[in-house]
Structures are given as structure tokens and as C-alpha cells.
């Protein structure tokens, strides 16, 4: 599985980015859970689940629906 990029995150609509967001969370909390079990083979797959789903995060905050670059500074 791939480490998606903002840009990937950023081609997306609202409802899809939210939605990735939910199965990521979902995908993080089942590993932890096996991680904290003893059986998770790939502690690797944590770190990057946390750093996509970081990604994600910032850019559902920046605002998905504002196209880039229309932000005005003063």
C-alpha cells in the first residue's frame, strides 16, 4: 500500500477525503490493537497509517473546496 501524498488528498471531494479519514482511523485502531496484542508483524504500517492519516487531517482543515492559491494575505 502506497503512502498517499496531499496531492492525492487534495483531488479529492469533502464526503471522499472524510470518508478515507474514517477507514484510516478504523485501519490505525485495529493494528493498535493487535499491536498491543503482541501479533502485529509490521510495526513499519503504524507509522505511515499515522503520518497519512496527519496528511489527511491538514488537509481536510485547510479547507478541500477552496482551490489552491485563493487564499488572500493581508
Do not use: W, Y
Given at each position: 500500500?502506497?503512502?498517499?501524498?496531499?496531492?492525492?488528498?487534495?483531488?479529492?471531494?469533502?464526503?471522499?477525503?472524510?470518508?478515507?479519514?474514517?477507514?484510516?482511523?478504523?485501519?490505525?485502531?485495529?493494528?493498535?490493537?493487535?499491536?498491543?496484542?503482541?501479533?502485529?508483524?509490521?510495526?513499519q504500517?503504524?507509522?505511515?497509517?499515522?503520518?497519512?492519516?496527519?496528511?489527511?487531517?491538514?488537509?481536510?482543515?485547510?479547507?478541500?473546496?477552496?482551490?489552491?492559491?485563493?487564499?488572500?494575505?493581508?
Amino acid at each position: 500500500m502506497p503512502v498517499k501524498k496531499a496531492k492525492d488528498f487534495r483531488g479529492m471531494n469533502a464526503k471522499e477525503l472524510a470518508a478515507h479519514i474514517r477507514s484510516l482511523r478504523k485501519e490505525l485502531f485495529d493494528l493498535r490493537l493487535k499491536h498491543g496484542a503482541g501479533s502485529l508483524e509490521n510495526n513499519q504500517k503504524l507509522r505511515l497509517l499515522r503520518k497519512e492519516l496527519a496528511c489527511a487531517l491538514t488537509v481536510q482543515g485547510e479547507g478541500v473546496s477552496a482551490p489552491a492559491g485563493s487564499a488572500q494575505e493581508n
